[in-house]
Structure formats: structure tokens, C-alpha cells
């Protein structure tokens, strides 16, 4: 008995159809669609991927009406199609009689015997298998349908049965001989049945021949197409494909047809089309192309849902989930009363940067609520691989579209509200650079005939309304920053932070704690101990995390059975979240040498600033400490070649400078600092600590210095301005060409501050070196 036979198990699932006969050893592939089948291939392929296979005669399954006689088969690969279908290849192991069964619901299992096949080579069956094989040479003469190869590898297989099986299974053959040929076990009369088969079929293709020379067949193409249509069928039938593909193909027919869309991709799909109608569903490619095509008839060319046009209705809506955000309310409000006129207009590309927690995600939602549009977010942050965006190429294994194809299908509409949020925080590396993909994307001169790697037929995206999200601009590429229309979102000052508690965190917060209902309020004053002792930030992130903090103490509280109300004040803050967290800067700072209070603006907002000179015996050396970037140190240089140059202004001993050694230092030294408006703050350190003079701490600073003692302008000035507020400090020194700059700052950021503007750095000095020190000469 083979190695094989001893492995099949005793009791088995049970496979049957009414059409297919199956012999061992031979490959063979199969579509099956109905509940049973898929039951019997999962329990076989959760166990030993052992399979009976039977003909059933009477098709309804009944075990009375399969032939006792099957074949052990092997199930080799399997793929589940998008109809719900299963395409096997199945490999026959060998012949095995019923028994009886053993289950019947929800599948059929029987208990089975192995029939071995004695080993019989003699001069008997050499004659028998040579007629067979010249039997087939006929056949292929008078046929096309076999492969010569084939016959000429029949004559290299050693044993006999199996070379009678590859030939009946080759053929076509009725299934009753078929069966027949599977019951015989003896080689002998196998082969002689098989070889009187053959014969038989040689006459009736001869016939046949004989027929069509001596008829004059005048088919018109409709006939023609009619006659191929009907071989075809044969030949699947044969092959076990069902009318399932023939289905198939008419679904996807009728889906190009229905759905809207373009020419470009009409043809495409229908190129697809005619290459899958021509594939075997077993082929790695049918699968493929099936994805392909699902994707083109289901993306939404040509759907667009309807703006809302009605301006008061969308400004009542975004007012409703925002407080202030001016710009953006009024750009998006533009765009609508534009289109209201126009009737079309191209989807606005717009970047909302600002520090984090100022509301920039949210409002998309808003915008597309307000609009009446679908809301996409899609995260950049970290994004590497261009393939993200623009998809991958067919020809890769499990290629997709881009995310950008993949979230407008998923949304079912060609105009959503797109949220490309952290646009500044993308990667680049080996596999490619995403930003330069997004030029594409964002272009509104491009964007109208998107290409996908994937898809690989334009799709307009002109429609769309993208907003991407940063909190700095540095880092965005100069070609991919000119796309977009920038609107700054500024930190928000005390009272909007006031406001935006009362109007949306406490609500929020008091709902998702389980308060709702109870009597529960943080009042103004307590609001206010928050804002300025328990959370140091531009936006509200930290704010909302310290009202909820304090709402989960109070719902342990109810939980535990105590009754309100409670009323949240400036002194009860201490007991729910513990001493405070800030102080205001100045508390413990007064007037020093060689200290100096600059302002510094980063991607979180505005930050004061200090900067620490020192100096001690040595050699003129200058070092520098604090985590510093290179023009930060090119600015402590300049500092130090201006005082240096101009040491007879301000009275300074010039051998102080080649003999002692100069330390400047920027406290938290593990937070990077570089950028060019320090350069005030360090000159004046330098010459309080040259000059042995004090510097005013309740002055800060921010400017660009040059060789020449002039002062130039920065930027990010609301956000400095903001630092100072919130530490305490009333009084400013800016440059001079940044006077226009801040006329346009609201009111609540310009009130209570002192602001002067110098063109000079001698202008500087004199505000903050306290007036006992040495002044210049005059």
C-alpha cells in the first residue's frame, strides 16, 4: 500500500457532485457556491485538508444516491471569491469505497475503506497501455485538444494504473465511463475498458470530421459567436466551472454599465473585463483584477453631495461649536457666498497653523457640518512612504490605493471636507518623499486629474475641500507651503480660555464624568486659579484634562452617596488637584548682572527666555551651553564682536576681553534652541555683565542685532507677547520695523502693556541697564 494511503484517516467529509468525477493522483479545479461545500473544505482544512470525494448521481446529496467508489483528495489551495464562492485545486490521493456514514447534518461525513491497487506490470498490460497511448495519438490527430507533450510524458510514468487515470481523467469521456474506469482496480481490465472507450471516441470524431468536410457551413458572425459560446460552455463544464463565472461577468457588466462613470475609466474597466472573462477563477490574476475592478465601479466619480448655502445658517453652526476663530469663520464663509454666486467653484486648499489645543482639527468637523459634507481625517504625522498617498502599482503583491482614493470611496462622495492633519511632522526616507507627492494633491491647477498608481485613471479632486493642519511652518517644504492659503491660529488669551471653559470644556467634561443632571459648577474664580497656576499652554488640551481631573474626583464622590451641589472656587482647587503647578516667572526674580529676559517663540507657543552670561580668569574663551542652534551661536558672537568693537561707547576696559573666559548659558538645557531673536537679550547680558551694572527683570526683549549695533525685526510676535502676559510682564522691547506688524493684534493682547520700539541696540541698553551702572558716552 503507498506511504499516502496509510495517512488517510478513517472517517471523512464528504465532497459530491453531479458532474465531476475525480482520479488520484491528478490535479483538478473546482467552484463551489453552496453552504455544505464550504462546511466539509473548512473542516477539512481545519484538520488534515482531507476531503472524499463522490459522484453524486442524484445531485440532492442523498448518500443512497452517491457511488461507492470516490477518491481521497487533497485540498492544495483555496481562495474565497468576492460572490461568496470557493475556487479549489484539489488533488486526488486514491481510490476509497463508502462504508457508511456517520453525520449527515450539518454535512455529510462517512467512514471509509482504502482500496489498494495491486502493482501489476506484465506483458499484458504493456500491450494494453501501448495500444492506449496510440489510441491517443489518433485522438490528437483528429483533435486539437490534447498536448502532444502530454502523450510523450505519459511514456515516462513507470506504473501503469496511474498512466490509464491520467488519461480517462484527460479525455472526455461520459461520467458513467468515467466512474467505470475509477471502480475498476485491476490494471487489466482497466485498461481494456479505457482503450475500447478511446476507440470508440476515435469513430465518433471521425464521423464527425467526415460530416463537417462534406457540409458547406455558411455561418453569419452571430452564429459563429453562438457555436463558440457553446464550446466554451462545454469545456467549463468539464473543467467543473460552473455558470458561476458566466454570472460574475454579467455582475460586473451591469455595475460598469449602471454607475457613472468617466470614459477614461469606462474603458479601463472594460478592458478588465474581457481579460477576466478569459482567465480561470483559480489564477492568482483573477483575483487581482476583481479588486481592481471593485474599486473602479465603486469609487464616487460622480457623486457630490449639496453644499448648504444659506451663509447665516453655517456662520450660526460654527459659532455654535467654536469660540472666536474669526479667520477661518470668514474664509469658509467666502468660499460659500462665492459659489452661492458663481454657482461653481474650485474646493479652497487652506493650512491652519498654530500652536496645539488652539481648535485646528475640530473646526474641520464643524466646516463640514456646517457645509453639509462628508468630514475625512487623514494623519500625516510620520508618514514615510509615498505609496500612502499616491497607492501602490498593480504589478506589487496586495497593492491598494493611496489613503487619499481609499477614505474618499470609503465616504461615498467626490467633494468631502479632507482634514490632512500635521502636514509639517512628514517623514522622508529611502522610500520616498510623501510632501512631494502632496503637491499633486494640493495643486488646484493638478488636482482635477489625480493620478493613483493603483487606480491609474485621473480623478478629480478639484471639488474637495482640503484642510491641512501644522503647528509651524519651518518644516513644511517651500513649494508645498506656496499650494496653500495660510491662517494663523493664535494661543488663546485668559478670557478666551474663560469662555471657552464655561461655554464648552465644563459642559463636555461634566457629561462624560456621569455628572450630568447634578448640581455641579467650577466659578470664575476657580476657572481663573486654573488658567494661571495649574496650566501653561496657548490652546485648552491641558485646561480640559485638569476640569476632567477634578470631575472624576467629584463622580467618586457622588458614587460614594454624598449629595451636592458643589461649587468649585479658587480655594477648593487645591484639595482636587494639589499645590500648584506654575507660578508666575517674575515672583522669584529681581534685577542681576549678566541676566537678561528674552522672548522665544515655538511650534507650542511663546516661551520666555534667559539668558545667563558669566565670566571667570582665562584666555578670551567664549563657551556656550543650553541645547543651542547655530545661529543662536553666531548671535552670541556678534554680541560679543560688537561690544568688543565699540568698548570705548561703554566705558569698557578692552583687556577684560582677553583675559577673562565668557560663559553664556540658556537654562532648560534639554530643550533645542536656535533662531536669531535672542540677539538682544544676549548683547544686553553681555554688556550688564562687562558694565557690572543690573538689568531691569521686569522688561523682556526680542530682536535680531547686527555687526553695525542695529536691530532687526522677528516674527512670532503675538505668541511672545502672549509669554509675557501670562508671566506677568507689562513691559516690551521690540524692534522698530515690527511696529506696523502688531497693529492689527487685537486689542486684549495690546492692552496693559508698554511697548518700546528701538532701531538701535544703544536704544536697549539704556531701558533695561539700571541707571546706577556706567552709561555710554555721550
Same mark, same amino acid.
Given at each position: 500500500?503507498?506511504?499516502?494511503?496509510?495517512? +488517510?484517516?478513517?472517517?471523512?467529509?464528504?465532497?459530491? /457532485?453531479?458532474?465531476?468525477?475525480?482520479?488520484?493522483?491528478?490535479?483538478?479545479?473546482?467552484?463551489?457556491? &453552496?453552504?455544505?461545500? $464550504?462546511?466539509?473544505? &473548512?473542516?477539512?482544512?481545519?484538520?488534515?485538508?482531507?476531503?472524499?470525494?463522490?459522484?453524486?448521481?442524484?445531485?440532492?446529496?442523498?448518500?443512497?444516491? /452517491?457511488?461507492?467508489?470516490?477518491?481521497?483528495?487533497?485540498?492544495?489551495?483555496?481562495?474565497?471569491?468576492? =460572490?461568496?464562492?470557493?475556487?479549489?485545486?484539489?488533488?486526488?490521493?486514491?481510490?476509497?469505497?463508502?462504508?457508511? @456514514?456517520?453525520? $449527515?447534518? @450539518?454535512?455529510?461525513?462517512?467512514?471509509?475503506?482504502?482500496?489498494?491497487?495491486?502493482?501489476? =506490470?506484465?506483458?499484458?498490460?504493456?500491450?494494453?497501455?501501448?495500444?492506449?497511448?496510440?489510441?491517443?495519438?489518433?485522438?490528437?490527430?483528429?483533435?486539437?485538444? /490534447?498536448?502532444?507533450?502530454? +502523450?510523450?510524458?505519459?511514456? !515516462? +510514468?513507470?506504473?501503469?494504473?496511474?498512466?490509464?487515470?491520467?488519461?480517462?481523467?484527460?479525455? &472526455?469521456?461520459?461520467?458513467?465511463?468515467?466512474?467505470? +474506469?475509477?471502480? /475498476?482496480?485491476?490494471?487489466?481490465?482497466?485498461?481494456?475498458?479505457? !482503450?475500447?472507450?478511446?476507440?470508440?471516441?476515435?469513430?465518433?470524431?471521425?464521423?464527425?470530421?467526415?460530416?463537417?468536410?462534406?457540409?458547406?457551413?455558411?455561418?453569419?458572425?452571430?452564429?459563429?459567436?453562438?457555436?463558440?459560446?457553446?464550446?466554451?460552455?462545454?469545456?467549463?463544464?468539464?473543467?467543473?466551472?460552473?455558470?458561476?463565472?458566466? $454570472?460574475?461577468?454579467a455582475k460586473w457588466q451591469t455595475l460598469i454599465e449602471d454607475n457613472d462613470l468617466p470614459e477614461a475609466a469606462r474603458e479601463v474597466a472594460y478592458e478588465e473585463l474581457e481579460r477576466l472573462a478569459v482567465m480561470q477563477p483559480a489564477s492568482s490574476e483573477y483575483g487581482v483584477i476583481r479588486n481592481y475592478l471593485d474599486w473602479i465601479v465603486n469609487l464616487p466619480w460622480n457623486v457630490y453631495s449639496e453644499d448648504n448655502l444659506d451663509l447665516t445658517r453655517v456662520e450660526k453652526i460654527l459659532t455654535q461649536d467654536h469660540y472666536g476663530l474669526e479667520k477661518p469663520k470668514e474664509r469658509i464663509l467666502e468660499y460659500l457666498a462665492v459659489k452661492k454666486l458663481k454657482g461653481e467653484l474650485k474646493g479652497p486648499i487652506m493650512c491652519f497653523v498654530g500652536p496645539p489645543g488652539t481648535g485646528k482639527t475640530s473646526i474641520g468637523k464643524s466646516v463640514a457640518r456646517a457645509m453639509g459634507r462628508k468630514f475625512i481625517r487623514m494623519s500625516l504625522g510620520g508618514t514615510h512612504d509615498e505609496a500612502e498617498i499616491r497607492g501602490h502599482r498593480r504589478t506589487y503583491i496586495g497593492a491598494m490605493p493611496g489613503k487619499i482614493i481609499t477614505e474618499i470611496k470609503r465616504q461615498g462622495t467626490a467633494n468631502p471636507v479632507f482634514m490632512l492633519d500635521e502636514i509639517d511632522k512628514l517623514g522622508r526616507d529611502f522610500r520616498g518623499d510623501p510632501a512631494s507627492a502632496l503637491l499633486e494633491v494640493l495643486d488646484p491647477e493638478q488636482n482635477n486629474s489625480f493620478m493613483d498608481n493603483y487606480i491609474n485613471v485621473p480623478f478629480d479632486l478639484s471639488e474637495v475641500m482640503f484642510i491641512t493642519t501644522a503647528n509651524s511652518l519651518d518644516t513644511i517644504p517651500p513649494p508645498l507651503r506656496d499650494r496653500m492659503e495660510i491662517i494663523e491660529f493664535s494661543s488663546y488669551l485668559e478670557h478666551d480660555k474663560i469662555a471657552i471653559a464655561r461655554k464648552y470644556l465644563i459642559p463636555r467634561e461634566r457629561e462624560d464624568n456621569g455628572l450630568k443632571g447634578r448640581n455641579v459648577r467650577i466659578l470664575k474664580s476657580g476657572i481663573e486659579e486654573l488658567i494661571r497656576h495649574y496650566v501653561r499652554e496657548s490652546g485648552v488640551r491641558t485646561l480640559q484634562r485638569r476640569i476632567g481631573s477634578i470631575f472624576r474626583k467629584i463622580a467618586r464622590e457622588a458614587a460614594d452617596g454624598k449629595e451636592g451641589p458643589w461649587r468649585i472656587t479658587k480655594k477648593d482647587i487645591v484639595k482636587y488637584l494639589g499645590p500648584r503647578k506654575h507660578n508666575h516667572e517674575l515672583a522669584n526674580r529681581k534685577p542681576e548682572i549678566g541676566i537678561a529676559t528674552g522672548l522665544a517663540w515655538t511650534s507650542y507657543g511663546g516661551e520666555l527666555l534667559f539668558c545667563e552670561a558669566t565670566r571667570m580668569p582665562g584666555k578670551g574663551n567664549v563657551l556656550l551651553t543650553g541645547y543651542l542652534g547655530d545661529v543662536m551661536k553666531e548671535s552670541a558672537r556678534i554680541a560679543l564682536s560688537y561690544l568688543k568693537s565699540n568698548h570705548k561707547n561703554y566705558d569698557l576696559e578692552p583687556k577684560e576681553f582677553s583675559t577673562k573666559d565668557i560663559h553664556i548659558h540658556f537654562p532648560a538645557g534639554a530643550v533645542p534652541k536656535d533662531g536669531p531673536s535672542a540677539g538682544i537679550a544676549l548683547i544686553t547680558a553681555l554688556a550688564s555683565l562687562f558694565m557690572q551694572a543690573r538689568v531691569k527683570h521686569d522688561i523682556a526683549m526680542t530682536g535680531e542685532i547686527t555687526l553695525q549695533g542695529k536691530v532687526l525685526p522677528v516674527g512670532g510676535l503675538k505668541e511672545k507677547m502672549l509669554a509675557a502676559k501670562r508671566a506677568g510682564i507689562k513691559e516690551l522691547i521690540l524692534p522698530e520695523e515690527n511696529r506696523e506688524s502688531i497693529s492689527d493684534f487685537e486689542e486684549e493682547i495690546l492692552a496693559g502693556m508698554n511697548i518700546h520700539f528701538v532701531s538701535e541696540i544703544s536704544e536697549v541698553l539704556d531701558l533695561v541697564i539700571m541707571k546706577t551702572a556706567k552709561r555710554a558716552k555721550r
Open positions: 500500500m503507498d506511504d499516502n494511503n496509510s495517512r +488517510i484517516p478513517r472517517t471523512l467529509p464528504v465532497l459530491h /457532485l453531479s458532474h465531476v468525477v475525480m482520479f488520484p493522483y491528478l490535479l483538478t479545479p473546482l467552484v463551489v457556491s &453552496d453552504e455544505e461545500s $464550504k462546511l466539509v473544505i &473548512d473542516h477539512a482544512l481545519a484538520h488534515d485538508k482531507l476531503m472524499a470525494f463522490f459522484l453524486d448521481r442524484g445531485g440532492e446529496g442523498d448518500p443512497d444516491q /452517491l457511488e461507492s467508489i470516490g477518491t481521497a483528495v487533497t485540498i492544495l489551495r483555496m481562495l474565497r471569491n468576492q =460572490d461568496g464562492s470557493v475556487s479549489l485545486l484539489l488533488q486526488g490521493s486514491s481510490r476509497i469505497r463508502m462504508q457508511k @456514514p456517520v453525520q $449527515k447534518e @450539518p454535512f455529510l461525513m462517512v467512514d471509509v475503506e482504502v482500496i489498494s491497487e495491486p502493482l501489476i =506490470d506484465d506483458m499484458e498490460v504493456q500491450a494494453n497501455r501501448t495500444i492506449a497511448l496510440e489510441l491517443l495519438e489518433k485522438i490528437s490527430q483528429e483533435s486539437s485538444m /490534447l498536448n502532444r507533450e502530454m +502523450i510523450a510524458g505519459l511514456s !515516462n +510514468i513507470k506504473q501503469s494504473g496511474r498512466v490509464a487515470d491520467i488519461i480517462a481523467g484527460n479525455i &472526455d469521456l461520459q461520467l458513467s465511463d468515467r466512474q467505470r +474506469i475509477l471502480e /475498476l482496480t485491476d490494471v487489466r481490465k482497466r485498461f481494456k475498458y479505457l !482503450n475500447n472507450c478511446l476507440a470508440e471516441l476515435i469513430r465518433q470524431m471521425r464521423m464527425e470530421n467526415h460530416i463537417r468536410s462534406n457540409m458547406q457551413l455558411e455561418m453569419n458572425e452571430d452564429q459563429r459567436r453562438y457555436y463558440l459560446r457553446e464550446q466554451m460552455s462545454a469545456i467549463q463544464r468539464e473543467l467543473g466551472e460552473t455558470d458561476e463565472v458566466n $454570472k460574475e461577468i
